[in-house]
């Protein structure tokens, strides 16, 4: 897990389908296997030789938890009296395992402090002892050990040790010097004063009293669904004109305004093609003109050349920009560098795109984030990302209303009169594992997913047609399984509204079927979006939606647009333009656009090869990589669920290799439950009425 931590700050091939390095798994090969790596104090490429034998987090893990339960389980008998207390029991758990002086090759900082637990814990349980009555013994003593626990865990300097020294051992040495401690930190501070929280923790093993009632999932899904019309209403007809809505997609940019040509493209760090990107031993390809599908992000002037060909040659009416416009230096990052990109787009965005023609609809992405992931919405105050977002896009947000929803909350909507139209732009952060600010309370975040019910009740009654937009996609390993699932229930009871979820997010090009609750038959799907980045081993991409406003705005297809680098870096002048690559319906012989030729379009991936490598082409941007039958097993599986679990019960667990599907669902799992406080009065039912 020590491993897992730190390569999840950094986005990822997805799942185990990527033949090439992701900045993850190439720093994985060189510091696991031994590869030689810069040392940045030296100057010079040495190998840093580590033991196998040091302590992992995990381990630390498991003992600390071990010691818990001996110790709750010492506590815990209502029959017991002080003296068995003061005895027995206690005095046995000096030969548990965290206390032996016996484990070989513990390392790390802790060992300082190992023996002194012991004591500290006892003495503590002590002074409990006498001052309580028997009958209130166990939720006492309970909390006055987890108090302990929490209070040790606290203790910054050794927490930062730990993390500092786990960090050395797996991840490149440059990072580790200047990644900002307070990441590592925040995961810590979370976990330790909310999941080890004294009133939590001893009220979920029946210590002590219930303070949080769990949320019955499948209660809620099924009062989502109860309403739902057996034969709904057809979608109302937009307009006569053959016209197609053009719907342009850009995601992913990871604009690096750093990027040099002629620098090293492959190098010993997460970002490459920047001037202090070193080389490894005999690595000759340089960074090139217009982009290099490496480990790189792209240059400012290939994103203008990207609006200017928007411009001029597509001319969408409806713009979706789905997040993620910060290069993927996070060890460089600041709360004041974290929006320099978004800022720098916005405004080519508004001096190239024509307003009059083109209407544009942007959403938050994890790495506008800071540090990447962590999005507060616990505080009542404001987010400050809210707050610079809504700045950023206020030319295009509307009205004041939506201005501070964007400001309150990161998620809004808006109503396109034009085609009878509503754009839902969603707040993905909320659903992201990796935001730590979810060990606090998972439970449907700032109640977005509730206001989206409303929404959808309100599109319903006024017979409005419905895109949504985000940036993570439901059942990417990032999102949560819970927020999946009620989020999957939604779409299902408004499934005759929506003509169109899009996503980004992983900088691949695929899509998701989305399955009923009752019956697990195909009702919808949604598509993600490749990256506008190369990021990695991969090139520069979009693509058009077109919507028929005749047929109530159903989609008919879409356009995949794709920059040749390979011909392009030939120049240094533009302009530049993208090839359309492909038509979604014509690349794999399908006649609509509905559930049931997606789910056909599966089936055939499954029997037809020669259609899985086209795809497996398609998803890797047309950058050439090995296939492997796993590959395309693990790729299946991505297809048919929009649910992380569902993917992996799909593979089996014996089959999910890759540490980021068992990290992530490692995170899900940690952040618990969906619980609501007894004494409040918050509730996620919605009227079965529109507003």
């Known amino acids: 897990f020590s491993q897992v931590f730190f390569f999840l700050m950094i986005r990822r091939p997805p799942r185990s389908t990527q033949s090439r390095s992701s900045a993850a798994s190439d720093v994985y090969k060189r510091q696991v296997h031994g590869d030689n790596k810069l040392n940045r104090k030296g100057g010079k490429h040495t190998k840093k030789v580590y033991s196998t034998k040091k302590m992992t987090l995990k381990e630390i893990a498991v003992h600390i938890l071990l010691m818990g339960v001996l110790l709750a389980t010492a506590i815990a008998d209502e029959g017991a009296d002080e003296a068995v207390l003061r005895s027995g029991r206690f005095r046995r758990l000096r ?55 929490q209070r040790m865990a606290n203790r910054s300097k050794l927490v930062d040790e730990v993390l500092n020294d786990l960090c050395e051992l797996f991840v490149n040495q440059t990072v580790c010097e200047n990644i900002d401690i307070d ?122 050349e990207f609006a200017r060909f928007v411009k001029e040659e597509i001319q969408p009416d409806i713009f979706l920009w789905t997040g993620d416009n910060v290069p993927h230096d996070i060890w460089e990052q600041s709360k004041e560098k974290q929006t320099e990109s978004t800022k720098i787009f916005a405004q080519i965005l508004e001096e190239t795109i024509d307003k009059n023609v083109t209407r544009i609809y942007p959403t ?21 990302l809210n707050q610079e977002l809504a700045t950023i896009w206020k030319e295009w947000l509307g009205d004041d209303v939506t201005y501070q ?30 935001n730590f600010y979810r060990f606090v309370d998972p439970t449907d975040p700032r109640g977005q997913l509730k206001w989206l019910r409303q929404v959808l009740y309100n599109s319903e009654a006024k017979n409005e047609t419905v895109i949504i937009m985000g940036h993570i996609p439901p059942g990417d390993y990032f999102c949560s399984s819970t927020w999946s699932r009620i989020y999957n229930a939604i779409v299902e009871r ?25 019956k697990n038959e195909p009702f919808s799907f949604l598509f993600i979006a490749p990256s506008l980045t190369t990021y990695s081993y991969l090139a520069p991409s979009f693509r058009v939606y077109l919507l028929d406003q005749d047929k109530a705005n159903q989609l008919i297809d879409y356009d995949q647009y ?17 090839d359309r690559v492909y038509s979604f319906r014509k690349e794999y012989n399908l006649h609509a656009l509905s559930a049931q030729d997606i789910q056909y379009l599966l089936q055939s991936l499954h029997k037809n090869h020669s259609m899985m490598l086209t795809f497996w082409n398609n998803y890797n941007s047309g950058v050439p990589q090995k296939f492997k039958e796993f590959a395309g097993k693990s790729l299946l599986c991505q297809l048919e669920h929009s649910i992380f679990d569902g993917y992996v019960e799909c593979l089996s667990w014996e089959e999910v290799k890759d540490p980021y599907s068992i990290g992530f669902h490692w995170l899900d799992q940690l952040a618990g439950l969906w619980r609501i406080k007894k004494t409040t009065t918050r509730s996620l039912a919605v009227p079965k009425t529109s507003a």
């Open 494 to 518: 408004f499934n005759h509204l929506i003509v169109g979820q899009f996503f980004g997010h992983t900088h691949n090009d695929h899509l998701e079927i989305m399955r009923t609750y009752q």
């Open 562 to 578: 794709r920059l040749d680098l390979v011909y392009w870096n030939n120049f240094t002048k533009g302009p530049i333009s993208w």
């Open 183 to 304: 990441y590592l930190r925040l995961a810590t501070e979370m976990l330790v004063n909310y999941r080890l929280d004294p009133e939590f923790v001893c009220s979920e093993n029946g210590h002590c009293p219930k303070v949080w009632e769990e949320v019955n999932i499948t209660a809620l899904i099924e009062d989502i669904l109860s309403d739902k019309p057996s034969n709904p209403p057809p979608k109302p007809k937009v307009s006569d004109s053959d016209r197609m809505i053009k719907v342009l997609q850009v995601s992913d940019l990871h604009m690096d305004i750093k990027y040099q040509e002629d620098s090293v493209a492959n190098c010993d760090n997460f970002l490459c093609c920047r001037a202090d990107s070193q080389t490894r031993k005999n690595e000759t390809k340089r960074a090139l003109f217009w982009g290099t599908s490496t480990m790189c992000d792209l240059p400012l002037r290939t994103a203008k």
């Open 364 to 384: 938050i992405g994890n790495h506008e984030c800071f540090p990447a992931d962590e999005y507060d919405y616990i505080s009542p105050e404001p987010n400050w």
């Open 405 to 434: 929803q964007v400001v309150k909350e990161g998620f809004y909507t808006l109503y396109d009169e034009r085609f009878n139209l509503r754009i839902i732009s969603l707040n993905t952060q909320h659903c992201d594992v990796m």
């Open 95 to 149: 030969n548990a395992p965290f206390f032996s002086h016996k484990q070989p090759n513990f390392t790390l900082p802790l060992q300082g402090v190992r023996k002194n637990l012991q004591d500290v814990f006892l003495s503590r349980i002590d002074q409990y002892l006498p001052k309580f009555r028997l009958g209130s013994l166990p939720c006492a003593a309970c909390k006055g050990f987890v108090g302990v626990i």
